[in-house]
């Protein structure tokens, strides 16, 4: 109430304020007149934008951003697919020569699902049970079956998986893949629990794992981040599905060990047990032990349905996470409320929650992200201190540490597991900006050499923070799971960001180079977005030949240059509003360009068809010298802004040349007066936005790249320059540098007659070319992708066809179009 009586008093005030602004201007008609105009220059403009644009121009780009459950790690694939069958995977496969990666559930948190450009195959249509063997208590699956839909095939037989993770969102595939592990006692990874795998190589061959057949592939793909092939069939052992009761105890940090041998490790009756050390003292530990039992469920619930809501939860998170009170809070009220009464449920009840009860409203700014470490159980009392300094130092925000055990696993290559441990499963909040990304990267590499003392590992399907010598410390068998793949995989196409990282052949490629490189990697999203900004040169182009053309200036379509503006503007967002990352920055300054492209069309408008159109009648139809010069500086602005920054222009000594030259043509003296008054407003309002321009882009945006590179293979030797440079080679492939901008698209056409293979440019797969057309001609070309037409405002003869072309057939897109009669490339949008 309070607030809307301020508002409505400051808003009585502001309309008083313009009131006796408005009563003094009038007062005075010297005043009137310029503010009266002033204003109605300001509603032209306002109404002009408004009514131009393309708004209902609806194509979207695809979305092909793969990304994990934490947002963090979205990752621009070249093609995703789906498949439904084991020849639909050999196929694509077998129809593709660059990088695979493999997706499940996509919950592993740093990019080890996805890999730039790659052929991405999304495994979770390919999803059903094969076969059920219900006395042998065996279950052969499809791998991008979820646990929750499995368990609804095994329940009725009071069948549930052996081994799994706490919630039932995971794939079989995924899972396998990185030998996960649960709460269960007894038992180490999932790996203990698989019979027999099939599996899909480099070469589209189907290869059967298991410890009989094949034991060095089945050692490598499990566990093995979808390196080796991709899985496509997996045969677990089942267990019984037993009623378990619950059992609670808190116990010192110090004392768990004993706790733990005296009362968990033995008892055959005990399913899963974990015990979660409380943040920030990390110095007790509330044992939850589930036990086999024959007494009445309290919950007769068979499986968690999916879908359900699970308010309370997220609340309950975001309260823990707020600070200590709230981590005070959980350990005090919440955690002995809620553990106080007696729980007796079904084992598949308990081991199939839902990811969704973790879920925040939003990880747009801060995000909850998993680290795990693997500690022989001896050392937990001497690593539990080291990592609480760590967290302390970093005030690393930890929510809950989840402590489970798990017997060593010797089988697998990349095995977490040498000899029995205590797994911490850490679970935190983040900041998601570059700043915490970066600190959250220090710590871990900290805690990555204190779990080493430790003699520990960690979990890799989190973010590959590591480096390199501190992986081939933890995970000393890589060199075997490096060498079956190597075998399976000679060119390593099987890839993702955490290979990538840690595979010693990949160290060796030539794309390894390219994250040394600054400014190596380019927002694909620019390639679309920066179409507006271009036509800002391409249009003062239209321009200069106009001038050129001995056409009138008053008969330039201006009005129709704004509004091609503004419709490439809505064209381009729209294109990119699903498949990229929202660049906010950008976008406003697409806006302000507009804006001021507007006002200063607008406003030449009403002067070339009011005073300028009347001198024009005076011309004799023969130019001044001044004249000539202004159209040679429309001229040289036009071709200086394909290379530079528009306000880097030197817009006074044009002006100064058009006031000392003398005229000696034989023009009207009266049209050559307004047409030097006129450039000379022109020119210098436009060189003191230019300055005002040039120091704002230098306060607050960095120094351009003025580079492109772009990843290739060839065989043909290649001439270098100033503007063409080799950077790295590797036999028929290499790196080169090509300058931006206007360079770059003539040197394309150049390329164009040479026999190179493109495979990425700016680290992106597709990028966006416009193409000058007869305006009868349809697509002039089958090598691209049309995206719109784009009026050339002064040539109705011509049209603007702008197209998204793979890069891998950008020279043949030139190629084709220059032995087109009447087509050229305008422009190749270097992002
Ligand atoms: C909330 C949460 C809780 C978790 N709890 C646990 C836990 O209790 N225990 C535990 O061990 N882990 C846990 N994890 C980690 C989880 O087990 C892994 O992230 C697992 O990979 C998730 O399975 P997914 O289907 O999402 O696999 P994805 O993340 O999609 O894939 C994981 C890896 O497997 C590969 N892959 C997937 N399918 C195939 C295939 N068919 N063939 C070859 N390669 C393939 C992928 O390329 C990738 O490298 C948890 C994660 C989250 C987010």
């Known amino acids: 109430m309070f607030a809307m009586q301020m508002l409505l008093k400051a808003f009585r005030w502001v309309v008083k304020f313009l009131v006796r602004c408005i009563r003094a201007i009038n007062r005075k008609k010297r005043y009137a007149i310029p503010f009266y105009s002033f204003i109605g220059y300001i509603l032209l403009v306002t109404l002009i934008i408004n009514f131009s644009g393309d708004p209902s121009y609806d194509k979207v780009v695809p979305n092909k951003r793969v990304n994990d459950v934490t947002a963090l790690n979205p990752i621009q694939v070249g093609k995703e697919i789906q498949p439904a069958s084991i020849e639909e995977i050999i196929q694509a496969i077998k129809s593709t020569t660059g990088p695979i990666s493999i997706g499940g559930g996509r919950f592993s948190m740093g990019g080890q699902t996805g890999y730039e450009n790659s052929l991405h195959i999304d495994m979770r249509k390919f999803n059903n049970v094969l076969n059920l063997d219900i006395e042998k208590k065996q279950v052969t699956v499809e791998p991008g079956i979820v646990w929750r839909d499995l368990q609804k095939v095994i329940d009725p037989h009071n069948l549930s998986i052996k081994i799994m993770q706490t919630y039932a969102n995971f794939t079989v595939g995924g899972s396998v893949s990185v030998n996960c592990h649960g709460r269960y006692i007894g038992h180490g990874p999932i790996v203990s629990s698989v019979m027999q795998i ?328 620019q390639s679309f977005l920066t179409v507006p900004e271009w036509y800002l040169v391409f249009n003062p182009k239209e321009y200069a030949d106009f001038l050129e053309e001995g056409n009138n200036p008053s008969d330039f379509p201006f009005y129709a240059s704004i509004d091609e503006y503004w419709s490439l503007y809505d064209r381009s967002m729209k294109l990119v509003s699903a498949g990229y990352e929202e660049n906010e920055e950008y976008n406003t300054m697409l806006q302000v360009i507009g804006v001021s492209i507007t006002m200063e069309y607008t406003a030449k408008m009403l002067y070339e068809n009011t005073i300028g159109r009347v001198f024009s009648w005076f011309s004799n139809g023969i130019n001044s010298d001044e004249e000539k010069i202004i159209i040679e500086a429309q001229r040289a602005y036009s071709d200086f802004i394909y290379d530079k920054a528009w306000y880097e222009f030197e817009f006074l000594p044009w002006i100064k040349q058009v006031w000392t030259t003398s005229n000696t043509s034989d023009s009207n003296w009266m049209r050559k007066i307004e047409r030097k008054f006129f450039f000379t407003l022109e020119f210098s309002f436009k060189a ?24 290739i293979s060839t065989a043909d030797s290649l001439q270098t320059s100033n503007d063409f440079q080799i950077v790295h080679e590797e036999g028929d492939r290499k790196i080169i540098s090509i300058t931006r901008w206007g360079v770059f698209t003539k040197t394309i056409s150049v390329l164009k007659d040479k026999n190179i293979d493109i495979i990425e440019i700016g680290g992106n797969d597709e990028i966006v070319v416009s193409v000058l057309a007869d305006t009868n001609s349809k697509n002039v070309t089958n090598e691209g992708e049309l995206l719109y037409t784009s009026r050339v405002v002064t040539k109705p003869n011509r049209i603007r066809q702008v197209y998204l072309v793979p890069v891998g057939r950008l020279l043949d897109f030139a190629k084709q179009l220059t032995r087109e009669n009447g087509v050229e490339v305008e422009h190749v949008f270097d992002y």
Not at 297 to 310: E, H, S
Not at 691 to 702: N, P, R, T, V
């Open 198 to 525: 099939k599996m899909i190589n480099a070469y589209g061959e189907i290869i059967i794992a298991s410890r009989t057949e094949n034991p060095d592939v089945f050692a490598a793909a499990i566990g093995g981040y979808g390196g080796v092939g991709v899985i496509v069939e997996v045969t677990l052992q089942l267990a019984d599905n037993v009623k378990v009761e619950r059992h609670t105890a808190l116990v010192n940090a110090d004392d768990y060990n004993k706790f733990f041998d005296k009362n968990i490790r033995n008892d055959k009756n005990v399913v899963f047990q974990n015990g979660d050390l409380y943040p920030p003292d990390f110095d007790l530990i509330n044992s939850v032990a589930w036990k086999a039992t024959d007494k009445p469920l309290t919950d007769t619930v068979r499986v968690t349905p999916a879908g359900q809501k699970y308010w309370l939860e997220a609340k309950m998170m975001s309260l823990v996470s707020s600070g200590d009170i709230g981590k005070w809070i959980r350990k005090n009220i919440l955690d002995p409320y809620l553990y106080s009464d007696e729980k007796v449920i079904w084992r598949n009840r308990e081991a199939s929650y839902d990811v969704q009860e973790l879920e925040p409203a939003s990880r747009k700014d801060e995000t909850y992200v998993l680290q795990e470490y693997f500690i022989p159980v001896q050392n937990i009392t001497s690593f539990i201190p080291k990592m609480k300094a760590i967290y302390d130092r970093y005030d690393v925000n930890v929510i809950n540490v989840s402590l489970r055990h798990a017997y060593a696993d010797e089988e697998t290559y990349l095995s977490w597991a040498a000899q029995e441990v205590f797994a911490f499963v850490i679970y935190y909040k983040q900041g998601t900006d570059n700043k915490s990304c970066e600190q959250v990267r220090q710590w871990t590499v900290e805690m990555t050499d204190a779990i080493l003392t430790e003699n520990g590992r960690w979990y890799l399907p989190y973010q590959p923070h590591a480096s390199v010598e501190q992986f081939q410390k933890g995970y000393a068998h890589a060199d075997k799971y490096f060498a079956v793949k190597h075998r399976l995989d000679s060119t390593h196409r099987f890839t993702n960001k955490l290979l990538d990282k840690y595979n010693p052949h990949a160290q060796k490629r030539l794309e390894k180079t390219r994250e040394t490189i600054n400014g190596y990697y380019r927002d694909e999203a």
């Open 688 to 711: 003191a936005y230019a300055k005002l321009i040039e120091l704002g882009a230098k306060a607050s945006y960095e120094e351009p790249v003025t580079k492109i590179y772009l990843l």
